[in-house]
């Protein structure tokens, strides 16, 4: 797929042999990368898509298959998206900590209940930001189970030799919270573009 970030996560919410699959991907509002992830979601069957920056028009997002229920929050233009794929799959969106860059969602699948959160971090905005949200959203779930999808922008701890002062702050977020990064190790990078790619987009979950 061209100029786009693509990250793999399969995430097992219980210690038995039940999974839930999750793909993480920033779409870059692209409706070729949109095309081409409908064919990804026919290969590698996920049950969760946790999107940054998806096509849209009008601020509606399009492009995905009816069957898909999409989840996004807020009336201005989207960086924030869960799709669920699997029809087995009940899902509420939390509404009060959803917006335009966050989407939150409680899942409940094979008689497990966590949360999903996919979230954007604009550049141009102060991660401390960020993190305000990320508090709110951990402060409401409690002890419960949550999968973040992030586009962070700058990282070094996941498989990546570059970082900034954005990356540090995010590391020590992190590690002060006591998540844990889920990313499987891939030859893809999270992000590409025909100037390079890194790997700036995380999963962090809670225990």
Avoid at 6 to 18: E, L, Q
Avoid at 144 to 154: E, S
Wanted: aromatic share 8%.
């Amino acid at each position: 797929m061209d100029n786009q970030k693509y990250a793999h996560n399969t995430v097992t919410i219980s210690r038995d042999i039940m999974q839930t699959s999750c793909l993480q991907i920033n779409l870059q509002h692209s409706r070729s990368a949109t095309y081409n992830l409908m064919a990804i979601i026919e290969t590698e069957e996920p049950d969760l898509l946790l999107i940054q920056e998806p096509y849209e028009y009008q601020n509606k997002s399009t492009g995905m298959e009816k069957k898909n229920r999409v989840f996004t929050a807020g009336t201005g233009k989207h960086r924030a998206a869960i799709i669920v794929v699997n029809n087995k799959i009940n899902a509420i969106l939390i509404a009060q900590l959803s917006d335009e860059d966050a989407v939150v969602l409680e899942i409940v699948h094979r008689k497990q209940i966590f949360f999903a959160a996919s979230m954007y971090f604009d550049h141009e905005e102060q991660i401390e930001n960020r993190f305000h949200k990320m508090d709110e959203i951990m402060s409401f779930i409690n002890e419960g189970r949550i999968l973040i999808a992030a586009d962070c922008k700058r990282w070094k701890t996941w498989y990546d030799v570059l970082t900034n002062s954005r990356g540090k702050k995010l590391e020590e977020y992190i590690a002060s919270k006591q998540l844990h990064i889920i990313n499987e190790i891939s030859e893809r990078s999270t992000f590409h573009n025909s100037r390079g790619s890194c790997n700036i987009d995380l999963s962090p979950m809670t225990n």
